[in-house]
């Protein structure tokens, strides 16, 4: 099993749309969760910390279920700049540390 | 804003040649972090570095890189003798303490 798993897409939704990403990950010992967003050849962006409350940013909403060991992200009102690719992120994977541990990302494709 | 700032932008080197990527982590920051991305695949934890010494390493991080920071503000990123396997993305991220990670815009390293 990967280590973080995302369904890679691409999404293509049209402009207004809602749409949901959805993230496992593998070590029930990991300790934080995230959302980051990238753009095409930039760096990854923080989009938004993840907690097993749920917590909200504008149009963006994350929730964490500790106990299936799974994360989301759902984003409302989709806009063009909303177009990128969103990574779901696990720190102290292994149990300790601070390293960040990525998924592969899943392509969003906002269109007209 | 505080940034993480990368130098250069893109690195040339031909196989076998060392490489020194800078990184000027946001000042406040404690902690300080290499990860790579190979082109189309996800990022990669290599370094975290703490208390002027390593704190963890992956697998990818061998006897062929190195980092230092060798002044208050500098944390580089050494590769000893490049390989063709070594193009990728590098990115340098800061934190605080153990949590949020913030990302430079990244260093695109090509190995000929």
């Known amino acids: 099993r990967k280590e973080v798993e995302q369904d890679p897409g691409p999404f293509n939704v049209p402009e207004g749309a809602t749409v949901a990403f959805n993230c496992t990950y593998s070590?029930?010992?990991?300790?934080?969760f995230f959302w980051y967003r990238q753009d095409c050849r930039k760096e990854p962006k923080l989009l938004m910390s993840v907690y097993s409350s749920g917590n909200e940013d504008g149009r963006f909403t994350a929730q964490l279920n500790r106990a299936s060991q799974y994360i989301s992200l759902l984003i409302r009102d989709s806009k063009l700049s909303d177009s990128a690719t969103y990574l779901c992120?696990?720190?102290?994977?292994?149990?300790?540390?601070?390293?960040?541990?990525f998924g592969t990302g899943t392509q969003l494709k906002v269109e007209l | 804003e505080p940034e993480v700032t990368q130098t250069p932008s893109h690195q040339v080197t031909q196989m076998g040649q060392e490489v020194i990527l800078r990184c000027v982590p946001i000042?406040?920051?404690?902690?300080f972090y290499w990860y790579r991305q190979i082109l189309g695949q996800k990022v990669e934890f290599l370094v975290s570095f703490y208390n002027n010494e390593i704190s963890e390493k992956s697998e990818i991080f061998d006897d062929q890189f190195s980092v230092e920071r060798p002044d208050g503000s500098n944390f580089t990123l050494k590769i000893r003798s490049t390989k063709l396997e070594d193009s990728a993305m590098y990115f340098c991220?800061?934190?605080?303490?153990?949590?949020?990670?913030?990302f430079g815009p990244g260093t695109r390293l090509t190995v000929l």
């Open positions: 991220a800061s934190s605080v303490g153990e949590d949020t990670q913030y």
């Open positions: 992120v696990v720190r102290g994977f292994a149990g300790g540390g601070n390293k960040l541990t």
């Open positions: 000042s406040n920051h404690l902690y």
């Open positions: 070590n029930s010992a990991s300790q934080s």
